[in-house]
């Protein structure tokens, strides 16, 4: 049982908040009992969880800590104060774990069910962990094969990241990469180019997405860089008919994958 | 020239952070210059701008403040140290106004262009301000009649509803009610109701979404409550293909608002 606040174990696990200590150690923690949960399904390797049942908040949190450990993580009970110093939310769940960084490259292309196109999403330069973690929600909703990170400006192990995606950050075969490596990647395949761009003439729905395709979208500020657009086989624009002129880019990017879910599932209206 | 950290109002706006003071005073605040633009442009009283030119991120600051001033608002210049306490952002933009809540009422449906029917979204106990801004931006570009925030459980001018709206709190018809004020008046215009919930049979393309109509989405945490599915007039689920079994809240408003609007411009794929 920790006790101390002063714990060696404790002080490192509060410094992987920061994103040099995770780059540092190759590290990063899992908050909460749905994102531990979804590591833990997808078989995520976990090296340590503080636990502390006083801030349970259901009735599951042992069977899963009994998961952790017959996986070969290591249990470590803490006292209220002390998991009140470890865990990085307000309403604390009583599950913090500890895990290496795990990246995945290009190589492992992400899973495609026999029969089906790809559908690969490429998110260019994501500044905020909140939209990337929402992208990555979407993106476990929508079925696609994988998420390709180009050209990250946050970290895919960032703890708002991991909150907004409520754990897919396991589920979804995410690879970050240069741009220019995602391209070569996409032509390699024959997989066709969608980039979305309030300056395209076309609109969303108007675009064949029923083959292999990625969908890309570009960062909160700059929007998709030029080097996507022209590599595009096709851009389109989502329409707009309020007072602003583009999306959030989680926003955008939902739009898109459901578009492109409609058209390769047949689910026109009545 | 406000040099002193210890102004008294320089304290007042910093407390109206706190929702108390926002509900105890009337007032809030509108930071950043796309936020502070939509107000103006969207006739919102304005009380007073806190400004300084060191933070000053673009070229037309001045011109705002000035039309700002026109338009009846008191302008008071600040030291950098000063206004670095004023901003609640990280990156301040070197403009922060105070205005008073102006909340509408169901009284004033919205606006409605001639020949279109309206388009209501209704979201309900709505408990995160980033939600509720995103939502708001999504509902002005879907060009939405008006929001109805159904009993709310964030404040309309929480600085982070307003920042993640980037100002679409001012442009977009916004009415704050309860559920069953929201439903009556529903009904009493003959506008159609759509429920999103995960356990309806009808996937939401095979909905139709041509006339009068809302669509209704619930809290992050439990989802819409039965008085609302109870009184739809249809059920739909957005169809998830991965390990997570629901959208985030503004996800899933975006998805159904586009899927209206692909319906009402007949803007079907090839």
């Known amino acids: 049982m920790i006790s101390s606040l002063q714990n060696p174990k404790v002080k490192a ?10 780059d540092r150690t190759g590290q990063f923690l899992i908050e909460g009992y749905r994102e531990l949960l979804r590591a833990v399904e997808n078989c995520y390797p ?3 969880v503080f636990y502390c049942p006083e801030w349970f908040q259901g009735r599951n949190e042992s ?6 450990r017959a996986a070969g993580a290591r249990l470590l009970a803490t006292t209220p104060p002390v998991f ?4 990085y939310r307000d309403r604390p769940e009583g599950l913090v ?6 990246h995945r490259t290009l190589d492992a292309p992400g899973p495609c069910p026999a029969g089906t196109p790809p559908l690969y999403l490429v998110a260019e330069s994501i ?8 992208i990555l929600r979407s993106a476990d909703a929508a079925g696609v094969t994988a998420v390709l990170l180009c050209d990250p400006r946050t970290d895919l192990f960032n703890p708002n990241t991991i909150r907004a995606s409520i754990g897919t950050v396991f589920s979804v075969h995410t690879v970050e990469c240069a741009s220019a490596e995602a391209r070569a990647f996409l032509a390699r395949n024959g997989v066709r180019l969608i980039a979305a761009t309030p300056h395209a003439d076309m609109t969303y729905t108007r675009a064949n997405m029923r083959g292999p395709l990625a ?23 989502i329409p707009m008919f309020g007072q602003v002129d583009s999306l959030n880019v989680a926003a955008a990017a939902i739009v898109l994958l459901y578009e492109a879910v409609r058209q390769r599932r ?3 209206g009545p």
């Open 63 to 68: 069977e899963l800590l009994e998961r952790c």
């Open 215 to 237: 969908v890309a979208v570009g960062s909160e500020q700059y929007g998709l860089s030029t080097q996507w657009i022209d590599a595009a086989d096709a851009t389109v624009q």
């Open 13 to 22: 696990a509060v410094r992987l908040r920061d994103r040099r200590a995770r």
């Open 266 to 268: 047949a689910m026109a």
């Open 97 to 102: 774990a500890l895990a290496p960084q795990r």
């Open 84 to 87: 009140r110093k470890i865990a």
């Open 127 to 134: 500044e905020k962990p909140g939209n990337l973690g929402t």
């Open 46 to 48: 976990i090296e340590t």
